[in-house]
């Protein structure tokens, strides 16, 4: 089992930076895939940005339209993940949630609640 506390949403403006984090509990989400995901009102969820575990170091990959603003990185220490928003929209306004994807001994994927962005022109 593995708990995900997502913070460091807000009101801000258009061209505004911010930091998520989001702490994991419970098992060691560190030796895991993790992601960012957004929903905007509206629409799908999709995929920011993510960070999947490699004996070798972390393998970070991005969505293509998240290239150049958008930032994770990963604190094993903490057990917390970031994402830094640079020169934030009015389009990036969504709820943005962290996973984990546990492998075993049963495939399981868990979510954080999520923190809101809302970005105001």
């Known amino acids: 089992q593995v708990r995900l506390v997502e913070s460091g949403g807000g009101l801000v403006q258009a061209e505004d930076s911010l930091r998520l984090t989001c702490v994991a509990s419970?098992?060691?989400?560190?030796?895991?895939?993790m992601a960012w995901y957004r929903q905007a009102p509206g629409k799908e969820r999709e995929i920011v940005a993510s960070i999947r575990f490699s004996f070798r170091g972390d393998i970070i990959s991005y969505a293509d339209s998240m290239k150049g603003r958008f930032t994770i990185s990963r604190d094993n220490a903490k057990h917390t993940m970031d994402l830094q928003i640079s020169h934030l929209q009015p389009q990036d306004t969504s709820i943005y949630y962290c996973?984990?994807?546990?492998?075993?001994?049963?495939?399981?994927?868990?979510w954080g609640q999520g923190t809101q962005i809302t970005v105001y022109a």
């Open positions: 419970g098992r060691r989400a560190s030796n895991y895939d």
């Open positions: 996973n984990v994807i546990v492998p075993c001994p049963i495939k399981s994927i868990y």
